[in-house]
């Protein structure tokens, strides 16, 4: 079992199935909400437990994005027509044994850095 926890500890999670989509975002917003980029992963809501009340922020009409009110540490993205939730791979407690897979919305990815890491770039999610 996987767990994490934001900065300040007022937030905690446990992750009780198989991370998928382990995946580094490049889009605007996870720039923005993260200071760079944001990795994470996706399991059925069913299969993390939440402990604490992360505040919601509404993203967009297809998102929301969770994060702890004290310490500001994003921790989820959650879309709305969705049955998974993603969790802050830099959240969890080392070691976590996972690998990252991918890299989504690289056409929004800023200008100040390169991906060269090997890992499969798509342009968008």
Known sequence: MLK???LCGDVTFEVAGEPQHLSVCHCGQCRKQSGHTWASAAVPEADLAIVGTPEWYQASDTAKRGFCARCGSFLFWKAHDEDTISFALGALDAPTGLRLERHIFCEDK?????ISDGLPQSARS
């Open 4 to 6: 994490g926890q934001c």
């Open 110 to 114: 800023g200008d100040y850095y390169d």
